[in-house]
């Protein structure tokens, strides 16, 4: 399974990619599957660290994770 940190390198380069792309005036299904790999990317790794706080709160007591969500 991938790292947060090689998830967020990746997009760094996507997002490159896709700029370059952008300047260039590239064909519209290359900039779109581009911005598509971006988006997918970026949903990875926000879900990946969403998932790690959830674990933190699930190791918590009940009482203390609705205090701490609110």
Known sequence: ???????QEHL????SNLAEAAKKASDAVEIRNLKKKT???ARKASKITATEKMVELKKKKKKDRKT???
């Open 68 to 70: 701490t969500s609110e």
């Open 1 to 7: 399974m991938a790292t947060v940190e090689k998830l």
């Open 39 to 41: 988006k997918r990317l």
């Open 12 to 15: 760094k380069k996507a997002q």
